[in-house]
């Protein structure tokens, strides 16, 4: 599901050398994805001053809590170089559990997840693609169960008007899926500190980010780096997952990748954005 590397000193680092360690612990894991449409490979999880009501806004770009949700990758990985002044913790809970529970006590309302439902691109619109996807929640294949899932960008795909609507008992199956992940005895909180490498098996568990208050000095504010691996010898995922993956080809698979990206890195603490690698 997850593990965590706890004390590299990032406070001796700079922002680089640090990013050149958490890159060099990731690809033992797997090969990086880009992780937006300008074809990042490193991502910077901070709050820029953005408001997730613009439907092109990603919630990572806020303080907001993120809710739970799953990304576009097998592995998800974080480096914490500063953590906020308050809040952002993080949450993890097993999808697993979430089934269970569900099937224990609202079948019917279990059904609904197992089904496609739109979930919007967020403007990252890889070619010939519609700007949303038709991913179900829940997807049963060869004997696993995989989570495809962030609330907020469901409900932002109802602003195309050839999505599939949402209906009160998606609404209802939806509340309850949440409910059921803000449940402190069935969710794993932690905080990260300066220093802290988390890394997530997106195909297993949901993750979430409470929000969070950020230090006046610029240079104290919460900065995470974030990697998007793909695990060679991992297991097969249903084809519906290539709308978003791009395939599902083991090894090679997830991230996204619009027309005209290439592979980068954007540094913060340098005038820099020149599509340089480690």
Same mark, same amino acid.
């Given at each position: ?9 990032v ?12 890159y ?18 490193l991502?910077h ?14 919630v990572?770009?806020t ?8 990304d576009?990758?097998?592995v ?7 953590p906020?002044?308050?809040?952002g ?12 529970e ?5 079948p019917?309302?279990l059904?609904?997840?197992?089904e496609?439902?739109?979930? @919007?691109r967020?403007?990252?619109i890889p070619?010939?693609?519609?700007p ?5 929640v829940?997807s049963w294949?060869?004997?696993?169960l ?6 907020q ?23 309850? $899926?949440d409910?059921?992940?803000?449940d ?8 990260l ?12 568990? $949901?993750? @979430?980010r409470?929000?969070?208050?950020d230090?006046?000095e ?8 974030? $990697?998007?691996l793909s695990?060679?010898?991992d297991?097969e ?15 090679d698979r997830?991230g996204?990748?619009?027309?005209g990206a ?6 913060? @603490?340098?005038?820099?954005? @020149?599509?340089?690698?480690f």
């Open positions: 599901g997850f593990f965590v590397l706890r004390g590299l000193p406070a001796t680092y700079t922002e680089r050398k640090a990013a050149t360690i958490f060099g612990i990731g690809s033992h894991l797997g090969n990086v994805r880009s992780q937006d449409a300008a074809g990042n490979i991502g999880v901070r709050n820029v001053g953005l408001n997730s009501a613009d439907p092109n806004v990603r990572y770009q303080c907001e809590r993120q809710t739970f949700h799953t576009s990758s097998d998800v990985g974080l480096l914490c170089l500063n906020a002044q308050s809040g913790i993080s949450l993890l809970i097993s999808v697993e559990t979430i089934y269970n569900m099937l224990r006590i609202r019917d309302l059904q609904l997840l197992l496609p439902i739109a979930t @919007d967020r403007g990252e070619e010939g693609t519609l949303y996807m038709l991913i179900p829940l294949y060869q004997n696993h995989t989570p495809f899932y962030q609330r960008y469901i409900e932002s795909a109802q602003r195309f008007p050839d999505a599939p609507r949402l209906t009160p008992a998606h609404i209802e199956a939806l509340d309850f $899926l409910a059921l992940c803000n402190s005895a069935l969710h794993l909180s932690m905080t500190e300066r220093g802290d490498c988390q890394f997530v098996y997106n195909h297993a568990m $949901l993750h @979430d409470t929000e969070y208050v230090f006046a610029p240079e104290k504010r919460r900065h995470l780096l974030r $990697l998007w695990v060679p010898g297991r995922l249903p084809e519906v997952f290539a709308s978003r993956f791009g395939s599902v080809v083991v090894g997830g996204i990748v619009v027309p290439e592979f980068r890195v954007t540094w913060t @603490d340098e005038s820099r954005s @020149d599509g340089s690698t």
